[in-house]
Nanobody, 122 residues
Framework: VQLVESGGGSVQAGGSLRLSCGAS????????MGWFRQAPGKEREWVAR????????YYADAVKGRFTISQDNAKNTLYQEMNSLKPEDTATYYC?????????????????WGQGTQVTVS
């Protein structure tokens, strides 16, 4: 499975961005997708997760109500709409794929990762 993120950038607080993650390869083998982020000097943090079959979504408390994870199965693309952005949302954002572990907030449970896209909120 290969993952490529795009859509990061710089935005003022209160603004919005939409991240995309294009997937290719044996995506059927990893039907749960997640977004993580990592700020300088901090550990990688889980943000959101979607089960591509059921469409069920889960969010970290820090982004609940502001971020929306979604998918376009026809395009093999994962999205994350981010609204009401705050300076503390500044990080490199990564998409990742897994085989739907019960504990889905831990980075080690994901087998495939994109290269990351930078989001800066000032």
């Amino acid at each position: 499975v290969q993952l490529v993120e795009s859509g990061g950038g710089s935005v003022q607080a209160g603004g919005s961005l939409r991240l995309s993650c294009g997937a290719s390869g044996s995506t059927y083998s990893r039907p749960c997708m997640g977004w993580f982020r990592q700020a300088p000097g901090k550990e990688r943090e889980w943000v959101a997760r979607i089960a591509t079959g059921s469409g069920n979504t889960y969010y970290a408390d820090a982004v609940k109500g502001r971020f929306t994870i979604s998918q376009d199965n026809a395009k093999n693309t994962l999205y994350q709409e981010m609204n009401s952005l705050k300076p503390e949302d500044t990080a490199t954002y990564y998409c990742a794929a897994s085989d739907c572990p019960s504990i889905f907030s831990v980075p080690s449970k994901y087998d495939y990762w994109g290269q990351g896209t930078q989001v800066t909120v000032s």
